[in-house]
């Protein structure tokens, strides 16, 4: 199914949709944020605020606060594809991300079915 709106219009819908999902996990949006979308794929390259408890224990228990990452990011993957199916109506394959602790950055690659531009 094609996109009901532009690409500039798209971009600030998935921004929007990111950004809400952020803050509904950590109780803050994302410091910054960069958005591609090339033919059925969405690259976003975004710098996030580390919440402050796992920062605290990442020196010495970086095993544990890995896992607690890895966790969080697969709620946001799953709850990012159901509100970008929901929301605007759009066949998501697959969403992958990953986030370095240390700089605070993220990178998520949505998968589409067709082409969105």
């Known amino acids: 199914m ?6 500039g219009v798209l971009k600030q819908e998935i921004v929007k949709i990111y950004n809400s999902i952020n803050q509904e996990i950590f109780g803050i949006g994302i410091k910054s944020q960069r958005i591609d ?3 059925d794929k969405v690259y976003i390259f975004a710098t996030h605020k580390r919440i402050p408890a796992l920062k605290i224990l990442d020196a010495e228990h970086r095993s544990l606060t890995a896992s607690v990452d890895m966790l969080v990011m697969e709620a946001n993957k799953r709850m990012l594809k159901d ?5 605007l109506g759009l ?9 370095d602790p240390k700089s605070e950055i993220s990178g998520t690659i949505i998968m589409f079915k ?3 531009e």
């Open 37 to 39: 979308i090339v033919g």
């Open 91 to 99: 066949e998501v394959l697959s969403v992958l991300k990953d986030y």
């Open 2 to 7: 094609k996109p009901k709106y532009g690409a």
């Open 83 to 87: 509100q970008l199916e929901r929301q």
């Open 114 to 116: 067709e082409s969105i």
